[in-house]
C-alpha cells in the first residue's frame, strides 16, 4: 500500500468537503484498492451524469433518490442500494434531503487531491 488514510474515522474530527451545489462528501477510508465516502445531498440536487474506472457500490443511508445506472432507472430509499459497474455512465437526483454511502475499488485517487 502508498497510501492510506487514519484507521480510525471520527464523525465529529471532520468537516465536509463541497463536491457539487447541494452535494457535500466525508472520506471514511481507504487504501489503494478500496475507499468509502458519505455523501450528502439537498433535496433536488443532481449528482450530474458521470463515469470512471472504479468500480461502485452505494448504500442509500437516508432519504429517496433517482437513481440512473446506463439506461436504467430506479426511485431507491433509505435501506436500498446498487452497483456500478466500471466506465458506466450514471446519476442520482435527490427526492429529499438524503445521505449515501459510496464504496468504490480501487480508491478514487481524484478525491484525495
Known amino acids: 500500500m502508498e497510501h492510506h488514510s ?3 474515522f471520527i464523525n465529529d474530527h471532520s468537516t465536509w468537503e463541497h ?3 447541494g452535494i457535500q462528501r466525508k472520506i471514511l477510508g481507504y487504501d489503494d484498492r478500496l ?3 458519505r455523501v450528502k445531498f439537498t433535496k433536488g440536487t443532481e449528482a450530474p451524469s458521470h463515469q470512471h474506472p472504479h468500480s461502485q457500490v452505494s448504500f442509500i443511508a437516508k432519504g429517496k433518490f433517482k437513481v440512473q445506472i ?4 430506479s ?9 456500478v459497474p ?5 446519476g442520482v437526483t435527490a427526492m ?4 449515501i454511502i459510496d464504496g468504490f475499488s480501487p480508491v478514487r485517487e481524484d478525491f484525495l487531491k
Do not use: K, R
Not at 75 to 83: K, M, N, R, T, V
Open 35 to 37: 475507499m468509502l465516502v
Open 75 to 83: 426511485i431507491l430509499s433509505a435501506g436500498d442500494g446498487f452497483y
Open 86 to 90: 466500471p466506465e458506466v455512465i450514471h
Open 96 to 99: 429529499e434531503d438524503g445521505e
Open 6 to 8: 487514519d484507521q480510525f
Open 19 to 21: 463536491m457539487w451545489e
Open 70 to 73: 446506463g439506461d436504467q432507472i
